[in-house]
């Protein structure tokens, strides 16, 4: 049984191990979402599948913690992985012999079979043989694999990436006689570019079978060059081993003895079963795996916004020269249409909320006129279809005219959506150049603009009105007739109280000061609504109309655009 204090550290480790990967987990998440906004830009696709793939490794990890660190040897067939496995394990652990591919199945080397029985299920449908040694020195924390040979058969090549795909640590053998071999490279870059530097072990075996000045002059130089070529791996260490010769008790025939002494497989030995043999290195390595995994998600969304990225940004600034054409000709359009902003329908919605607003004699009379012009309003649209505003405020009204809007936006559009469809194309996004999907959404906008001009408007007419019942105007009209009603009433009350009564003919101009004084505030009030009207509120509306009727397409590809370059 594990002591405290151990299972203390293991604890530690997994908190660590635990935030680390929620850490990178939220930080996959903002790249899902920042692509996700833009669906339609073709390199988003892989990009996205890109990123569930990992977040995929993220939960196999996560299951992964308690179960040992995976060392997979890897190579072509004849480069000695077996007989290197065997010098790591002091005895035959993989066969080894002259027919080709050697290895074809999985074989493990751990000290309980209860260690590979976590990645069986990960190795799903492969041939696994598994070798234990429970006394095994550095066999605590690993478990070692030679995976089938990268020249072997199709099934033994589907379980070689099932291999790289659970391995914490590749061993890259190559033989000094052939150490370039093509196939093997081009097979194992895309994995090994998932793993970090420092995961990935390049060894070349055989090394008593090549002379020294060609081993160092040439071979490893080249393999070198090699490795940072294809795999972009810049090895700090490449390990000259051979593994036949550190076999226990290991005899050459007469012609075919070691041409030198050169052999780091005891640096090799140590660097695997001590260096890496810790718990700390399992959290580390995984960690280290998964932080590689989003740092290649980042570059590849920057390669890619990279190669477009001029046209983005030209793109963008069409778009946006595009919507503000498109706002300018629909307000003008709108205008131009003063029928449809302008007159009793209008008038009479701007009235019926007045008078809820307004208070005071002005108010008595705001409240009567918006009555009457609310009932000639109704009479005079007896039999037209449609409403200007919902609610109980609802009137009779012709709403504005879609079909010319629509073809309004159709000629806008003919003439200026193909050099932005053109713009955009190059910047990554496909199918947009065909007409009909400019059509289409001329007529979305239509249909957007029939639907939700009652609720324009009415947000148009919402905003004049606050401004022309503003508490100041109000005071400032019914000032004058409530400081002269305040007048006749002190003047009544004071006569009455000295007994100077006053004249029937006072009461009588009083009464006509006061109705003028009334009348004369009634009507400023309608002089300042219809120049707000003629003035404000068909700019406003026409404002809010264009809005509703804006292009959609563009102002969504613009917003996938900045979301794209926004880092």
Do not use: C
Not at 221 to 231: H, N
Not at 271 to 287: E, I, K, M, P, W
Not at 448 to 469: G, H
């Amino acid at each position: 049984m594990d002591s405290p204090a151990l299972w203390t550290d293991h604890d530690r480790l997994a908190l660590r191990s635990t935030g680390a990967l929620a850490g990178m987990t939220a930080e996959l998440a903002l790249l899902q979402s920042r692509l996700a906004s833009a669906s339609d830009w073709r390199p988003a696709k892989p990009l996205l599948a890109e990123i569930a793939w990992v977040q995929q490794q993220f939960e196999q990890m996560t299951a992964s913690w308690s179960s040992k660190l995976v060392v997979a040897l890897v190579g072509p067939s004849g480069a000695g992985k077996s007989t290197l496995l065997n010098a790591l394990a002091g005895r035959e652990v993989s066969r080894t012999g002259l027919t080709r591919p050697t290895t074809q199945s999985i074989i493990a080397y751990a000290a309980d079979a209860q260690d590979v029985d976590a990645l069986r299920s990960r190795w799903r449908a492969s041939e696994v043989q598994v070798q234990t040694e429970p006394t095994a020195h550095g066999l605590q924390h690993l478990v070692l694999v030679d995976a089938p040979d990268t020249n072997t058969t199709p099934a033994g090549l589907v379980a070689l990436g099932q291999v790289l795909d659970t391995a914490d640590v590749v061993i890259a053998v190559f033989s000094a006689q052939n150490p370039r071999l093509h196939d093997n490279i081009r097979f194992l870059a895309p994995y090994m570019r998932h793993l970090p530097a420092d995961a990935v072990v390049p060894v070349i075996n055989m090394v008593d079978r090549a002379p020294l000045d060609e081993l160092r002059e040439q071979v490893l130089p080249d393999l070198q060059e090699t490795l940072a070529a294809e795999w972009g791996l810049q090895a700090k260490r490449i390990y000259l081993v051979s593994a036949r010769a550190s076999l226990t008790e290991m005899a050459f025939a007469a012609d075919e003895q070691p041409l030198h002494s050169v052999n780091e497989f005891s640096a090799l030995r140590r660097f695997l079963f001590d260096a890496l043999n810790s718990a700390t290195q399992v959290v580390d390595r995984r960690l280290g795996r998964a932080r590689r995994l989003v740092d290649l998600v980042h570059e590849d969304l920057d390669s890619a916004l990279d190669q477009h990225r001029s046209a983005l940004e030209r793109a963008k600034e069409q778009l946006e020269r595009l919507a503000q054409t498109t706002s300018d000709a629909l307000r003008q359009e709108l205008e131009d249409r003063a029928g449809e902003l302008r007159g009793l329908d209008l008038h009479a919605a701007l009235y019926g909320q007045l008078s809820s607003r307004w208070w005071g004699p002005v108010g008595w009379l705001v409240a009567i006129w918006g009555a009457l012009v609310r009932g000639a309003a109704w009479m005079t649209n007896l039999g037209r279809r449609g409403r200007l505003l919902g609610g109980a405020d609802s009137l009779e009204a012709p709403l504005v005219d879609t079909a010319s809007i629509e073809a309004a936006l159709a000629r806008l559009y003919a003439m200026r959506w193909p050099p932005v469809a053109d713009a955009l194309s190059a910047a990554g996004w496909t199918g947009l150049r065909e007409q009909d999907r400019w059509q289409a959404e001329a007529q979305a906008a239509s249909e957007r603009l029939l639907t939700q001009a009652p609720v324009a408007l009415s947000t148009a007419i919402d905003v004049s009105v606050r401004r022309l019942a503003h508490p100041l105007l109000q005071i400032v009209l019914n000032g004058p007739v409530l400081a002269l009603l305040a007048w006749v009433g002190y003047q009544t009350v004071s006569g009455f109280a000295t007994a100077q009564y006053l004249s029937a003919t006072y009461f009588q101009n009083a009464g006509i000061a006061l109705l003028a004084v009334w009348l004369a505030a009634f009507v400023l009030l309608q002089v300042t609504v219809s120049l707000a009207v003629r003035l404000r509120l068909r700019r406003r509306a026409s404002h809010e109309l264009a809005k509703v009727a804006s292009w959609r397409l563009a102002d969504d590809l613009y917003a996938q655009i900045t979301a794209l370059l926004t880092e």
